[in-house]
T-cell receptor, first 112, second 112 residues
């Protein structure tokens, strides 16, 4: 059974600080997605990474896919209160290209 | 380009009634997925459909639950004879490529 371990589960930091969220697995994924979910809403897709070693930037957010495609990280520079939310990683099973394996989520709070 | 649309956003049903949840995928997307989310829990895969075909319904209870994605019109998730345990948020996602899934805002079903 594939698992995605996401850490930390909870993070509360001051505005302006940097942070990194990790998703790790012992399994290889064909792709990995990062989502952000607000209370009462559906997950919003932030990025998809497909190639080992790939780095994608979305304003102050930097996403990296590990060389072996077993892990990924999300780095936020100069966090703002608007970044507050639940961040989820989801990997695509190698055998089934649609089954998403979900991390447990990181609840991020940015204090002004 | 409108996102994934779901309606209703909130649905209240008495035990024994039927619940019908609708999902209109993003324009150009031919893959539809349904997920269930219980409070404080992750998303659980229910079913994957393409137009007029159920591809994978392994996550859907065999009884009382059914899903369709007709040639014309939205995808429908139907729950017959609802019970209190069916109360949850139901999310629909759509994709053009199977691993990059875009989620709708969800339907919150409450069974009284």
């Amino acid at each position: 059974t594939q698992l995605l371990e996401q850490s930390p589960q909870f993070l509360s930091i001051q505005e302006g600080e940097n942070l990194t969220v990790y998703c790790n697995s012992s399994s290889v994924f064909s792709s990995l997605q990062w989502y952000r979910q607000e209370p009462g809403e559906g997950p919003v897709l932030l990025v998809t990474v497909v190639t080992g070693g790939e780095v994608k930037k979305l304003k102050r957010l930097t996403f990296q896919f590990g060389d072996a495609r077993k892990d990924s990280s999300l780095h936020i520079t100069a966090a703002q209160p608007g970044d507050t939310g639940l961040y989820l990683c989801a990997g695509t099973d190698m055998d089934s290209n649609y089954q998403l394996i979900w991390g447990a989520g990181t609840k991020l709070i940015i204090k002004p | 380009n409108a996102g994934v649309m779901q309606n209703p956003r909130h649905l209240v049903r008495r035990r024994g009634q039927e619940a019908r949840l609708r999902c209109s995928p993003m324009k150009g997307h031919s893959h539809v997925y349904w997920y269930r989310q219980l409070p404080e829990e992750g998303l659980k895969f229910m079913v994957y459909l393409q137009k007029e075909n159920i591809i994978d319904e392994s996550g859907m209870p065999k009884e009382r639950f059914s899903a369709e994605f007709p040639k014309e019109g939205p995808s429908i998730l139907r729950i017959q004879q609802v019970v209190r345990g069916d109360s949850a948020a139901y999310f629909c996602a759509s994709s053009q490529v199977t691993y990059e899934q875009y989620f709708g805002p969800g339907t919150r079903l409450t069974v009284t």
